[in-house]
């Protein structure tokens, strides 16, 4: 199981990132996680997981904002020292590669979200749910 992500390609200043993250808020577009990367180029990449991608990619091609999107892996973890480790261990036996990851908020105590792009994201989530990892 995969979550659609969608990442925009911006420059990197306050204002011009606030004008995609207010696009989506004038939407009631819930921001759920984020990743925020310099291209070193004066621009950025902002990866987001929201709570309607469809909405999103909408409301920010009116705005004549581009946006991509991809498939991605949510989980949930442990939130405790080692947790991360033991997941990646997972993969130990297979050539899977990570191209990115990145954290995200949970409501849950104790609890972890982590999202991840994968080489070949459903041979990887079918991996981490065969090991009793929750793939959201």
């Known amino acids: 199981m995969t979550t659609k992500q969608i990442t ?4 990197n200043g306050a204002l011009p990132i606030s004008r995609v993250i207010s696009r989506l808020s004038r939407a009631a577009i819930d921001l759920r996680a984020h990743c925020l990367v310099d291209n070193g180029d004066g621009h950025c990449k902002l990866r987001m997981v929201v709570s309607d991608p469809d909405g999103a990619v909408a409301g920010l091609k009116a705005e004549k904002i581009a946006a991509v999107v ?7 973890t442990d939130d405790k020292p080692g947790a991360l480790s033991r997941m990646l ?13 990145y954290t995200a908020a949970s409501a849950l105590p104790g609890v972890a ?3 991840f792009r ?3 994201n459903a ?14």
């Not at 925009?8 to 420059?11: H, I």
């Not at 261990?89 to 990851?101: P, R």
Request: no cysteine.
């Open 8 to 11: 925009v390609l911006t420059a």
């Open 89 to 101: 261990e997972m993969f130990a036996d297979d050539d899977l590669q990570i191209e990115y990851s």
């Open 70 to 76: 991809n498939d991605v892996v949510m989980v949930e």
């Open 118 to 120: 994968f080489s070949d």
């Open 123 to 136: 041979r990887a989530a079918a991996i981490l749910r065969q090991n009793g990892v929750a793939v959201l």
């Open 113 to 115: 979200v982590m999202v």
